[in-house]
């Protein structure tokens, strides 16, 4: 593969991902410390909450034009969960409302037309993407690695048959709870 869009995940979006018009983006967040300098005390963190449009090609989608920055946190030593998704949650009913589609009119079609938004990955750090998404990270009791049932109990068990993957809707009741 030399980009997404000869992923089979983009292929299998069929007309969602090929269809002219309709955009489908990645997030990508992350943390930093605008001081630069820990070993001074300075331990404060701005988190980044970007979008970038994977319907551009490779050498474009990532240039600063072309980059949506969605939001920032405030300065913190770490934002909880309760801060991503209070920053992520009016981002995610914009996108949610653009992916049943909307009528968009154009010069070519003064009518309207109909045109979609999506998600297709979420990019950043392990934590980031645990806070986003609402997983437990890895010193949870409980479901330690966010695709697998496997408990804290057996995180020394290199049995890959041992814990069953979690997908649809185990991962959604996850997330909520």
């Not at 913190?76 to 209070?86: G, H, M």
Request: charged share 15%; hydrophobic share 40%; proline share 4%.
């Amino acid at each position: 593969m030399d980009d997404i869009w000869d992923s089979p995940v983009w292929r299998s979006m069929g007309s969602f991902t090929t269809t002219i018009g309709n955009l489908t983006f990645s997030f990508f967040i992350d943390w930093f410390n605008p001081f630069m300098n820990k070993t001074a005390g300075k331990i404060v963190s701005y988190g980044a909450i970007m979008m970038f449009c994977l319907n551009l090609p490779y050498h474009l989608c990532h240039k600063p034009k072309n980059t949506f920055f969605a939001r920032i946190t405030s300065p913190s030593y770490e934002s909880s969960v309760t801060t991503i998704t209070a920053l992520l949650d009016p981002i995610i009913d914009q996108l949610h409302y653009f992916y049943h589609g909307m009528i968009v009119c154009t010069y070519c079609h003064p009518e309207g037309i109909n045109k979609y938004i999506g998600v297709l990955a979420l990019i950043g750090d392990l934590l980031a993407i645990y806070k986003a998404l609402g997983f437990t990270g890895i010193a949870s009791l409980y479901h330690f690695y966010s695709f697998c049932s496997l408990d804290r109990t057996d995180i020394k068990s290199l049995d890959a048959n041992l814990g069953r993957s979690r997908i649809g809707l185990e991962v959604i009741v996850a997330a909520e709870e």
